[in-house]
């Protein structure tokens, strides 16, 4: 019989940082989602993208800080960004951005992207954000921008979690489910 490994466990479950070359790609945040969906990004809407061109904002913002990517135009930025990355850099940092994603959706019931497609995203991520304001006290900085999405998706299920408590149960219900 194996012992088990918390630390092994727990880094399966909240990513981490992931190295593509010189760049770093982050865990996937609620505010972070939140902005790739409100430019489009082929990575959140479940769109295949026409080119790596279409990439370029999105694969930008997974890799700098929010503080940096919105102070001025994030367009122009991701664009100057671009010519300073190698085409083998592009690859990698979207492999990277792809786990990102993944670790997020496999903690969600129904990817989001499956859902854009009924109603879209901003319920859940208002409620996901409600909730750990509500039962940690966490400001929304660090819900929005520093907390790893999965983590507050995983801490939502777990027992002694009264997030029944906090918004109605029809709302969990909708979040997990899709509605019925």
Request: proline share 7%; charged share 25%; net charge negative.
């Amino acid at each position: 019989m194996s012992k088990s490994n918390p630390e092994k466990a727990l880094a399966a479950l909240i990513p981490a940082p992931i190295r593509a070359g010189s760049f770093t790609v982050q865990p996937m945040t609620l505010g972070m989602f939140a902005t790739l969906e409100r430019i489009g990004s082929p990575l959140v809407t479940g769109e295949d993208a026409k080119d790596t061109l279409e990439l370029i904002p999105s694969l930008y913002l997974l890799t700098h800080d929010p503080r940096e990517i919105f102070a001025g135009n994030i367009l122009d930025k991701a664009m100057e960004w671009a010519n300073t990355v190698g085409v083998d850099a592009i690859g990698k940092i979207k492999a990277a951005c792809d786990r990102q994603l993944k670790a997020l959706f496999d903690v969600i019931p129904e990817t989001p992207a499956d859902e854009k497609k009924k109603k879209g995203h901003d319920g859940w991520i208002a409620s996901a954000a409600y909730f750990a304001a509500k039962e940690f006290g966490w400001s929304f900085r660090e819900i929005l921008w520093e907390i790893p999405a999965s983590a507050i998706f995983l801490l939502r299920r777990q027992p002694g979690v009264q997030a029944d408590k906090i918004f109605p149960l029809s709302v969990i219900e909708e979040i997990d489910h899709g509605g019925s």
